[in-house]
């Protein structure tokens, strides 16, 4: 019942909040209605992560952000198709990517900040780890990769770009918070970590930089050309490339 109410309020504050509207550019909408999923704090896929090849030894558990932790909440926020329809073509990323993942990216830390609250009122105890101070997050590793923690929840499992495909695609950003009241988990409708990608290799042809091949995508050159688009477009850089006229776009293909 405690979820579904916390559905609702996360419902109604992205439909209403003023964060969700760009003055800017003629009140444009940032995001769609969100995804929800959950994972509980012991799944064994936490310590899974701290495996080289996953995310690295320094990504912390539940339990290690959060002594006593019982779940976690992840969620996925989709890019309206006004700002989906905006990037597809080549080149620069469009105006409204920029905007929608640098201010889009403000209203889901106020999201975040919503959550805490409203488990707190509850009686509970909430964080997220974007949030936190001992987050730490570079090129090659973070401490907390939303993406991963969106797969153990149920929401997804990765494509040749390491986009998280989701039942309403890439197109968009990850969230989640740290709760110690238990919820029942959202159930993984997959086994393996590539499991929705189609292995199209569009996303190879849509990147800027080349970063992704047949292999998969080299995070270093991502970010090096990311720091270029920052340099034209400050304090916004994006890209958004390989999420967008793709077929895992807005969707599971």
Same mark, same amino acid.
Request: hydrophobic share 35%; net charge negative.
């Given at each position: 019942?405690?979820?579904?109410?916390?559905?609702?309020? &996360?419902?109604?504050?992205?439909?209403?909040?003023?964060?969700?509207?760009?003055?800017?550019?003629?009140?444009?909408?940032?995001?769609?209605?969100?995804?929800?999923?959950?994972?509980?704090?012991?799944?064994?896929?936490?310590?899974?992560?701290?495996?080289?090849?996953?995310?690295?030894?320094?990504?912390?558990?539940?339990?290690?952000?959060?002594?006593?932790?019982?779940?976690?909440?992840?969620?996925?926020?989709? /890019?309206?198709?006004?700002?989906?329809?905006?990037?597809?073509?080549?080149? $620069?990323?469009?105006?409204?990517?920029?905007?929608?993942?640098?201010?889009?990216?403000? /209203?889901?830390?106020?999201?975040?900040?919503?959550?805490?609250?409203?488990?707190?009122?509850? =009686?509970?105890?909430?964080?997220?780890?974007?949030?936190?101070?001992?987050?730490?997050?570079?090129?090659?590793?973070?401490?907390?990769?939303?993406?991963?923690?969106?797969? &153990?929840?149920?929401?997804?499992?990765?494509?040749?770009?390491?986009?998280?495909?989701?039942?309403? =695609?890439?197109?968009?950003? /990850?969230?989640?918070?740290?709760?110690?009241?238990?919820?029942?988990?959202?159930?993984?409708?997959?086994?393996?970590?590539?499991?929705?990608?189609?292995?199209?290799?569009?996303?190879?042809?849509?990147?800027?930089?080349?970063?992704?091949?047949?292999?998969?995508?080299?995070?270093?050159?991502?970010?090096?050309?990311?720091?270029?688009?920052?340099?034209?477009? $400050?304090?916004?850089?994006?890209?958004?490339?390989?999420?967008?006229?793709?077929?895992?776009?807005?969707?599971?293909?």
């Amino acid at each position: 019942m405690f979820l579904r109410t916390l559905e609702e309020d &996360i419902a109604n504050f992205t439909k209403n909040s003023s964060q969700n509207f760009v003055d800017e550019l003629n009140m444009m909408q940032i995001w769609d209605q969100p995804l929800i999923g959950v994972a509980g704090a012991s799944d064994p896929l936490w310590e899974k992560l701290k495996e080289p090849q996953v995310v690295g030894p320094d990504h912390l558990t539940p339990m290690e952000w959060l002594p006593g932790a019982k779940s976690v909440i992840s969620y996925f926020l989709p /890019f309206t198709e006004h700002i989906r329809s905006s990037n597809r073509f080549d080149g $620069k990323p469009s105006t409204e990517w920029l905007y929608g993942r640098y201010e889009g990216e403000m /209203f889901n830390n106020s999201l975040r900040c919503l959550i805490i609250g409203l488990v707190e009122s509850h =009686g509970d105890n909430a964080l997220a780890p974007a949030l936190d101070e001992r987050l730490m997050v570079t090129d090659r590793q973070s401490n907390w990769s939303e993406r991963h923690v969106a797969f &153990i929840a149920g929401l997804g499992t990765f494509g040749l770009s390491r986009s998280l495909i989701t039942s309403l =695609g890439t197109a968009g950003r /990850f969230g989640s918070v740290i709760v110690d009241w238990e919820f029942e988990p959202k159930p993984r409708q997959y086994q393996e970590f590539d499991d929705y990608c189609v292995k199209c290799f569009k996303c190879i042809e849509r990147c800027p930089c080349g970063a992704i091949t047949e292999m998969g995508k080299d995070n270093e050159s991502c970010s090096q050309y990311l720091y270029k688009i920052l340099e034209l477009n $400050k304090p916004r850089y994006a890209c958004g490339k390989c999420q967008t006229a793709v077929p895992c776009e807005y969707r599971n293909p």
